[in-house]
């Protein structure tokens, strides 16, 4: 069974902080990695992909371990607007198409 | 931005009754997919659509469930003969290739009562 864990949470930091968060992954043949950030009672929006040499997106920062498995993802400098679950995102071929495997999501909530 | 559309926003049905989901996808993607998140729960894979068929489907995606892409802008999930388990979020996502990102809709909260 293919899973995608995180901790659940929740974070609950002041603003200007730096947060991390992180992922890990059973399937070592998953393809790709996303972190996607969804807020309440709305769709998933892709936040940043995340690559083996690490990537940064301004405030963000995503970092792949493929030999543990393990993904992260680290914001700086919190805002309150960054409050929402943060989830992590593997894609996988399955025998017909690729597909998205999620996690359940970690929760943000950024205090003034 | 190019964007999924979904229709309704929101649909209450009773238990035993058919329900149609409406999904307009990006009008130059290819790969059509469905999700579902019942509430507090994991985005879980339902269906991938392909060149009209199903690409692949999940444990889920039983015979209660089907899919249709009836014209060239909309693709629909039918769920047959609702149950109270039925109850969720339904995302539809389309993307440009199958390795590339995936463009989510607003999708369409599902009530069985």
């Known amino acids: 069974r293919k899973e995608v864990e995180q901790d659940p949470g929740p974070f609950n930091v002041p603003e200007g902080a730096t947060v991390a968060f992180n992922c890990t992954y059973s399937?070592?043949?998953?393809?790709?990695f996303f972190w996607y950030r969804q807020d309440c009672r709305k769709e998933p929006k892709l936040l940043m992909s995340?690559?083996?040499s690490g990537n940064e997106d301004g405030r963000f920062t995503a970092q792949l371990n493929r030999a543990s498995q393990y993904i992260s993802l680290l914001i700086r400098d919190s805002k309150l607007s960054d409050s929402a679950t943060y989830l992590c995102?593997?894609?996988?071929?399955?025998?017909?198409?690729?597909?998205?495997?999620f996690g359940k999501g970690t929760k943000l909530s950024v205090i003034p | 931005e190019p964007e999924v559309t979904q229709t309704p926003s929101h649909q209450v049905t009773q238990m035993g009754q058919e329900v149609i989901l409406r999904c307009v996808p990006i009008?130059?993607?290819?790969?059509f997919y469905w999700y579902r998140q019942i509430l507090g729960q994991k985005v879980e894979f339902l269906v991938s659509?392909?060149?009209?068929?199903?690409?692949?489907k999940s444990e889920i995606f039983d015979d209660q469930f089907s899919v249709e892409r009836p014209d060239g802008s909309n693709f629909t999930l039918k769920i047959r003969s609702t149950k109270l388990e039925d109850s969720a979020m339904y995302f539809c996502?389309?993307?440009?290739?199958?390795?590339?990102?995936?463009?989510f809709g607003s999708g369409t909260r599902l009530t069985v009562v």
């Open positions: 996502a389309s993307s440009g290739d199958p390795g590339g990102g995936y463009t």
């Open positions: 399937n070592s043949a998953s393809q790709s």
């Open positions: 995340v690559y083996s």
């Open positions: 995102v593997v894609k996988e071929a399955g025998a017909g198409s690729y597909q998205l495997t």
């Open positions: 009008s130059n993607h290819l790969y």
């Open positions: 659509f392909y060149n009209n068929e199903i690409s692949e």
